[in-house]
C-alpha cells in the first residue's frame, strides 16, 4: 500500500519493510561483538518497540534475557514532555549490562529518564538501541549506541509506531502527508 488513513490523517508509504529488516540485521551484528563476554538484559520498551524488539531478538538469536518495561509521553503526534513510568523493569539490573530496545528517538527525553534510572539502579552498561532515529528533534545530549535508520522529523506510523493506537500493525513505516500534498 503506498497510503493508509488512520482517523483523521493520511500517511504515504516512506520506509518499506525489506529496509526496516536490513537496518536490524546491521544493527544485530554489532550489538553481538559489544555484548561478548557479558550477561546482557534486552529491555524492550512498549507498546512501540514490540516488532522491533522481536526482529532484533530473532536476529540476535543466542540466550539472552529478555523483558519489557512500558514508558509513555505522547498524546496525538507529539510529545507532552512528561514521562509516565507506565511498567517498570521488572528483572534485577544490578551489575548487568542492559540493552534497551526503543522504536523512535526523537526528543529523547524518555530514555535519558530511563537510562539514568538503569545507572541509578546500578547496571553496570547501559546501551541503547533504537530502530528510528530523529536527530533533528533530539533535545537533551542522548546518544544512541545504534541506530537502525536516521530520519527527519516527518510523523511516522507503522511497525510499532501508531497515531492514537491505531497503525502499529503494518509491516512497512509511513509518513504523515501535510494538507495539499
Do not use: W
Not at 30 to 57: C, Q, S, Y
Not at 60 to 69: D, E, I, K, M
Not at 94 to 123: C, P, Q, W, Y
Amino acid at each position: 500500500m503506498n497510503r493508509i488513513r488512520l482517523k483523521d490523517k493520511e500517511f504515504e508509504l516512506f520506509i518499506p519493510e525489506s529496509k526496516i529488516k536490513e537496518a536490524i540485521q546491521g544493527m544485530a551484528v554489532r550489538i553481538k561483538e559489544d555484548i561478548k563476554g557479558t550477561d546482557p538484559l534486552f529491555v524492550g520498551v512498549l507498546n512501540g518497540a514490540f516488532m522491533f524488539a522481536a526482529e532484533l531478538m530473532k536476529e540476535l538469536n543466542g540466550p539472552y534475557q529478555l523483558t519489557f518495561a512500558r514508558y509513555s509521553s505522547y498524546k496525538g503526534t507529539s510529545s507532552s514532555g512528561e514521562i509516565n513510568e507506565i511498567m517498570p523493569i521488572q528483572v534485577p539490573v544490578e551489575g548487568r549490562t542492559v540493552v534497551l530496545m526503543e522504536d523512535i528517538i526523537d526528543t529523547g527525553f524518555t530514555m535519558e529518564f530511563v537510562m539514568n534510572k538503569l545507572h541509578n539502579a546500578g547496571a553496570a552498561d547501559v546501551k541503547l538501541a533504537t530502530l528510528l532515529f530523529k536527530p533533528e528533534a533530539l533535545q537533551c545530549k542522548l546518544i544512541p549506541d545504534y541506530v537502525g535508520l536516521s530520519i527527519p522529523t516527518d510523523f511516522i506510523v507503522g511497525y510499532g509506531l501508531d497515531y492514537d493506537e491505531l497503525g502499529r500493525m503494518y509491516r512497512d513505516i509511513y509518513k504523515i502527508v501535510e494538507p495539499g500534498k
